[in-house]
């Protein structure tokens, strides 16, 4: 069989999404999945408007835009007599007039509301085109994804289980010390599965919170153990009616009902099961609900298979070892609150893609690959803190019930906090350090960068290629990216007065230059529409020179920093 580029181990969203990203670059690319179908077992609800984004760069926004049209078609009548809950009827409104951002989720069960956030605010006005593609179920993402793989070309084999990974040249796969040694930088990686050895350039083991792979290298996955235990499943109810919709906190636990119809997750602290791989039965699922939400329900079956999860939270302590690399739940666990697994996978996956594909294609800067754990490994460590707060403020004694009342009354109430807490969860606050010194917006998401052609950025980066938005008026960072056309879309932007600067955006959306100068009134404007592909023409005046020198000079430093050489 031939030998692969890269091998992702795993179709969940983090594996799909990492294959898409690898494709789009030309890189061959496999991925291997134990499950012979795609896994309908209900799990998160939605998206962050930080991933809503990431699929927006790549076209796959009116997707998800369908997928939430049915899905709050299919949760209106569950919903009743007004009863929606905030984000269903924000996302409504959404639908039927001008895009807000979307305030979804909770903290530790307290719901995020709407009208405790400020909509005027810059941080969340920059973040709102994405706002009809949120409500998006991971079984319909990765159903998404695949399609998406699929229309690229990749090959995604079902049934596959991988058993470990090993250096060629070298037979079997030995002991963790033997495996350690035998995974060079600079040599193809066997990888041993069910159905004989295949090998790859490179290997990202995208294969769940229990990965084998991780397991067999040795590295560290150190944390907290469990203090919860939670379930989560789509049950036919005889008489759900004294459940309350939504997030409800009780002495036993907590529990959130809907927003589809028969949806229940419920997480109890206290005594743990003997056998957590044991399959969750009608009688444990209806008695932990019994328990925990104080309502005597029956339980007349279950639509798909029930989950069982804790609030273990770890994370590995090396993301490389060789040329062999982890993502996603491999790479880190937590309780699953918000959903917030899937999006920092998905964080992963498009940070890691473009790096890798760079590095298998030979044109990556020195060190580029090393930057995938140095920026996403504390954005992980900050998610495990997160959950971990969360499930503190989940506890059911007195003590813990008035820190409730303090944070959700008084707290959440105070200007600007709710907005601070959105943000933080919607995973738009991220930032790395992309550039010594430099300020906002460098090292952040881009966002929703209008253009005057009507378009905005993110329709410039399906392709996966970095985006220089130039709003000079003679487009006078043209040249600097001419030669490297096929890594980086040009887009000419003539800037108005009050125009944002030019940027340069990586693949994944982060800003990695911006002009900090008055581009506006530095030349003479040629045009005043976007256009694509092609610069404008115009002359500066003698006055912009030693500023236009300086910026050119940053951006030339940027692009040899993330790009690579011409």
């Not at 600079?186 to 041993?192: F, H, L, N, S, T």
């Not at 302590?317 to 999006?343: C, E, I």
């Not at 404008?536 to 050119?552: C, K, N, V, W």
Request: negative net charge; charged residues 25%.
């Amino acid at each position: 069989m031939r030998r692969s580029d890269v091998i992702v181990v795993g179709a969940g969203p983090t594996g799909l999404f990492l294959a898409g990203e690898l494709a789009l670059q030309g890189v061959r690319v496999r991925v291997l999945e134990r499950l012979r179908e795609p896994d309908p077992t209900i799990k998160a609800g939605s998206i962050n408007v930080a991933s809503a984004e990431i699929l927006d760069r790549r076209g796959l926004l009116p997707a998800a835009e369908d997928v939430q049209r049915r899905l709050l078609a299919s949760v209106g009548a569950f919903a009743g007599h007004g009863r929606k809950n905030a984000l269903i009827d924000q996302l409504d409104r959404d639908a039927r007039g001008a895009r807000r951002f979307p305030v979804a989720g909770h903290f530790a069960g307290m719901l995020f509301r709407d009208e405790l956030v400020d909509q005027g605010d810059p941080a969340l006005a920059a973040h709102t085109a994405v706002s009809g593609g949120v409500l998006v179920p991971q079984y319909e993402l990765e159903s998404l994804l695949g399609e998406h793989c699929a229309r690229l070309g990749v090959e995604v084999r079902r049934g596959v289980e991988v058993h470990g990974v090993r250096g060629v040249g070298v037979r079997g796969v030995g002991s963790t010390r033997h495996a350690e040694a035998d995974l060079a930088d600079d040599a193809d990686v066997v990888v041993e599965t069910s159905a004989g050895e295949l090998t790859a350039g490179w290997v990202v083991a995208a294969d769940g919170g229990r990965s084998a792979i991780r397991g067999q290298l040795g590295i560290a996955f150190t944390g907290t153990d469990p203090q919860l235990v939670g379930y989560q499943a789509v049950a036919d109810f005889a008489d759900p009616g004294e459940l309350s919709r939504g997030w409800t906190w009780t002495p036993r636990g907590i529990y959130a009902y809907g927003p589809i119809p028969g949806r229940i997750l419920v997480a109890r602290f206290g005594p743990r099961p003997q056998d957590r791989d044991a399959p969750v039965t009608l009688d444990e699922l209806q008695a932990v609900i019994r328990d925990v939400t104080g309502v005597d329900v029956t339980l007349k079956g279950l639509r798909g298979r029930a989950t069982r999860w804790s609030d273990n939270a770890r994370q590995a302590q090396s993301y490389r070892r060789g040329r062999v690399l982890l993502a996603g739940d491999a790479a880190h666990v937590h309780a699953p609150f918000s959903g917030q697994g899937l999006n920092l996978g998905l964080g992963d996956a498009v940070n890691l893609g473009w790096k890798l594909a760079a590095t298998v294609r030979g044109h990556a800067p020195a060190g580029l690959l090393e930057t995938y754990e140095s920026e996403r490994h504390p954005i992980a460590a900050w998610v495990l803190d997160w959950t971990r707060a969360q499930v503190a403020l989940m506890r059911g004694d007195e003590h813990t019930a008035r820190l409730r009342e303090v944070v959700g009354g008084e707290l959440f109430t105070a200007p600007g906090v709710m907005n601070r807490v959105v943000a933080l969860t919607s995973g738009i606050t991220q930032r790395y350090d992309v550039a010594e010194g430099a300020a906002e917006p460098v090292g952040s998401i881009a966002g929703d960068v209008l253009l005057s052609s009507g378009d905005r950025l993110a329709d410039h980066a399906h392709d996966g290629r970095f985006v220089l938005v130039d709003r000079s008026p003679d487009g006078r960072f043209a040249e600097a990216v001419r030669p490297m056309a096929h890594r980086i879309a040009y887009v000419a932007d003539p800037a108005s007065a009050m125009s944002p600067p030019s940027l340069l955006v990586r693949p994944d959306g982060v800003i990695v230059w911006a002009d900090s100068r008055d581009t506006a009134t530095s030349g003479t404007a040629t045009s005043g529409t976007a256009t694509s592909g092609t610069a404008t023409s115009g002359t500066a005046t003698s006055g912009t020179a030693t500023s236009d020198d300086g910026a050119l000079k940053e951006l030339d430093a940027a692009i040899q920093r993330w790009v690579g050489t011409r």
